[in-house]
């Protein structure tokens, strides 16, 4: 108990060093009464400090742990004088270190305290996700090896943190993997500032770890585009210093660094994802659960899944055929990338227009079923919808870029047209992806018993409880708020009769015409949800391995500079690719849910 | 009724304009199922469409418009064949249009219906930001007024949109404030959907208006950078093509320039304080507003308001002294430049300084002090702290480059040492006063018989209530949630008298020792909160009339580079002054609470 409060009272003076000694300076008219704040300040510090002010506090302190990184990553791509890639690798290793003597405190505290559990949060993060989260885990240890490996070879003229990092991330990989496996549906409700601190930490540190992948990603990408400039015969591009200084002593060193290049992308998302994941557990501290959403939603048997794996595997196959051909191709001559450029922007017109189809018809379905809401609390969903809708921004950004840049454009390459169509139908499958998987998040299934909500039955229940109002109103959408109705009817006063009677007339031949076959509806979401979930998946692996057109095709460039365009798709592109993931992810949880 | 009905299907078709033609197409084999799908739909799509998802399709919408303007913009920037200034302004007028058509819409339909008021949401926007907003707004005005008259000067050598653009922004303008005026409060139930994408659009325009108005500061400040690089002979910089090709037919056209430079800035914060509104409107569209929420808080009389208010017109005077001294300096000599920027940066240190210990102070008489919380729900104050955390992340990223550009630094100039105390101490002042503004905005004042929660009585009824489970427990810190702690006590069922004692032990003498002054202690905090308000004021004023030495000092671009230093400086100096204008209105809220 006692320990609580001192800590509480160290991050304080930690925090705010100003505090106790300025407080004395500003107001020296009244000595005596700050004598008795501080005297009371000690006693009451650790006994009440606002739940609120500790969000706000290891907030801050987070944001600014990513931007003392930032600001160090920044200074290491202009390769000043002021960071080097040790510098950075050193910061980074100490953050995970530090990540690592919380995580080993934490499950300390949780193995002496056995005898009484924390709650957990149900959804926080399902056992699927956590096998992705170690599938992904597991190729970035690979990676950690790859690098070791590789740092033995050139052990003579290389610094020696490039062999402490994957050291240390590797043991960073492996704890945080265990940690989420066991603890990441712990509701915290003690020590709560210290342990805040502690996840905000792990938050930020997996956020800077992922900043510094997407950040040597884009390197790389600018590298190839030079490679590919030069073999073009556009640019005199001599090979950069990538390679050390000094021979390699194994045989493996280019197998490891041909290696690490298709393995960067598998750690990027894993450290996106953890620190999504971490996310939410910071959210649930000190959070109190509805003791009522313990249901359990098993998967009813017999699934017709068809059409929807089918065609899916076809879009996987051929985006991996597209990905192989582009990449051959774009090197080879003008006529040939042109070509490649056009075949590119053609599968993607075809895909994207399918995916839109595909969630329109889900979407349709949802607007003729009446399926309840489900409204229930939930820090992992919300933070879902406003991750998907946040990290849509960046592809969004390089559509309308694209729209922009084709309509001013000065020359006229024959994918000129074709790169419209796609920049257009990114936008509206995004858009229509997002309405639907959030909409089905937000959905549940009907038990077995349950009526739907806008049933005729239920219409004559509300309509004996509240005979002076309208049961249901056809202008006022409550929809989302279906738990609320009920007693909102009750309290409602103002009789609207006209409304009700046309609402009636319109609900009744729809309710009794369209419960056909709820079964089968959901048959055919089901078959959505895996086809977008594969399509996703090919839209995250052709830019993941290199299949970047918006460098290739010179149409932006022409018309935003250089220096715009690549800082536009350094920001762009990994939030898109991260949208692919995530969408994955969240498709994954709509197949299972409904 | 019908009218909603149409309308939202209008919508549908619009955003989604292959929904009806493609899910024919998609899945050939059931086509009549398919025409039960569309004949069940064209009935029920207005009947129920969901409010979350008019939530999610009207952000997406605001999204999507704000990143054509970019692109735009983006394009404009680089003076590529793409996009003129034309085109832009064209865009923003189109826009501004659509929302005086939308405004007249809504105000019309609100007057049609007078016999029935919407409902209120009380903490939207009190009467002195509105007056605030209107002041901004006439300055606005008045930059639009020479807008048009610098049109007039050169018509015959420039587009006629230059001349349309402040017309239409001017009526635009004065719409705006009188539809904030008489109906920013409203909480929308009536069409919705259609509404909120109105109100989206709404904050979207103003948001892109801002965007505009940082772009052409921005190149302002670049253009400034280079004067005065060139007066000191280190660039040969040929005066621009700002002015146009043809002779001024007026003689106040140098006037009219001149004075724009001085107005922007106010134009600026005019834009982004709109849409902050806005969004809150948006926000509280089918909100079901608390009925108990309507306690007026009337201020106590009698304040001893003096060194807060001296100190903070102390600041004032010397910020604009700084400034006027600053700007002249900068373009003399290299060693004028130097004392200048040394002379600013000691300024910094000591208001700084100030600063973070009156927060400190506030903080601490928190600490003490055992008046509740206030957890209505209430979005513009969810707001209000979100906007501040995010707005802060701009200057601390500008603190922590700073930080690194010293830390690395090749050359020595006398302020270094100066420039990183600067830095730290910011981003300490910007934490303090988070913690500070957010705490003030969530305590409420006790009411006259009103115990503090804390107090022994307090304690003692919820013993009498609760035999088995501790009243309050010290480690647990739910300060926040007062009003559900009641609850709470009678659900817990696990005893742990061992903290019980120990807090009680603690916390009773501190409840005697403290309680002496409140209305002493609230001085004091009226006190910190004007001082703060008016040092917020000064660190606006310098940034926004030209006084950036973060582009003279030359620390910060020898680490990182021209282009990514201008890129991070074009970024974070617009959130930075959107920080500074807002804590001044959220510490006004704050002194008025208090």
């Known amino acids: 108990m006692v320990e609580h409060s001192s800590l509480d009272t160290m991050f304080l003076n930690k925090y705010c060093p100003s505090s106790s000694s300025s407080s004395s300076s500003s107001s020296s008219s009244s000595s005596d009464r700050d004598g008795k704040l501080l005297h009371a300040l000690r006693g009451s510090l650790g006994k009440k400090y606002p739940q609120k002010s500790g969000e706000v506090l290891s907030a ?34 100490a953050l995970m270190l530090l990540q690592l003597f919380w995580m080993g405190c934490y499950m300390g505290r949780r193995e002496r305290r056995r005898s009484a559990p924390p709650e957990r949060d149900a959804h926080a993060a399902t056992s699927w996700i956590k096998g992705g989260l170690t599938m992904l885990a597991l190729l970035s240890l690979i990676m950690d090896a790859f690098r070791i490996g590789s740092f033995v070879g050139y052990q003579a003229c290389v610094s020696v943190m490039l062999g402490v990092y994957p050291v240390v991330h590797a043991l960073h990989t492996i704890s945080q993997v265990h940690f989420i ?15 805040r601190f502690g996840v905000i930490h792990a938050v930020f540190t997996n956020l800077l770890l992922w900043s510094n992948g997407v950040m040597t990603e884009a390197e790389h990408a600018l590298n190839d585009h030079k490679k590919r400039l030069a073999a073009l015969g556009y640019l005199n591009f001599t090979v950069g210093s990538e390679e050390p200084n000094c021979n390699c002593t194994t045989s493996a060193c280019s197998m490891f660094s041909s290696s690490l290049y298709y393995l960067c992308p598998f750690n990027i998302e894993y450290h996106i994802f ?6 939410v557990m910071w959210k649930n501290i000190g959070r109190k659960l509805d003791q009522q959403t313990k249901r359990k939603q098993g998967s009813t048997g017999g699934s017709c899944l068809l059409l929807g794996p089918m065609l899916g595997l076809l879009a996987l196959a051929s985006s991996i055929t597209v990905l192989t051909i582009y990449i051959i191709h774009v090197e080879e001559s003008a006529d040939a990338r042109e070509a490649a450029i056009s075949m590119y922007y053609c599968f993607g017109i075809v895909i994207l227009a399918c995916m839109s189809a595909a969630g329109a018809v889900g979407l349709l379905i949802y607007r003729v079923e009446d399926w309840p809401m489900d409204t229930t609390p939930n820090p992992a969903r919300t933070l879902d919808s406003k991750l998907l809708l946040g990290s849509s921004v960046g592809s969004w950004l390089l559509s309308w870029c694209s729209v922009v840049a084709v309509g001013g454009a000065q020359s006229y390459p024959s994918y000129r047209w074709s790169s419209l169509a796609y920049a257009l139908l990114l936008v509206l499958e995004k858009c229509v992806q997002n309405l639907f998987i959030i909409e089905s998040l937000y959905r549940r299934r009907l038990e077995p018993g349950e009526c739907p909500p806008n049933s005729p039955s239920h219409r004559e229940i509300y309509s004996v409880t509240a005979t002076m109002a309208p049961p249901y109103d056809g202008i006022i959408n409550h929809a989302f708020e279906s738990s609320d109705r009920h007693r909102e009817v009750l309290q409602t006063s103002k009789p609207d009769n006209n409304t009700f009677d046309k609402t009636k007339d319109v609900s009744l031949p729809i309710g009794l015409g369209v419960k056909s076959s709820p079964s089968r509806k959901r048959q055919v979401l089901k078959n959505i949800a895996i086809f977008l979930f594969m399509c996703n998946i090919s839209l995250w692996i052709l830019p993941a391995f290199g299949c970047r057109p918006q460098f290739d095709n010179g149409l932006e460039e022409a018309s935003f500079g250089f220096p715009i365009w690549s800082t536009v798709l350094n920001f762009a592109l990994p939030m898109s690719l991260f949208y692919r993931m995530h969408s994955v992810a969240a498709l994954f949880e709509v197949f299972r849910k409904i």
Chains 1, 2 share one sequence.
């Open 274 to 279: 953890v620190s999504a994941l971490l996310f």
């Open 181 to 195: 496996w066991f603890h990441i549906k712990d509701v915290i409700k003690r020590y709560e500032t210290f342990e």
């Open 60 to 93: 801050q302190y987070g944001l600014n742990l990513l931007l003392v990184g930032v600001s160090l990553m920044l200074a290491l791509a202009y390769q000043g004088p002021s960071a080097s890639e040790e510098t950075v690798l050193a910061f980074l290793s």
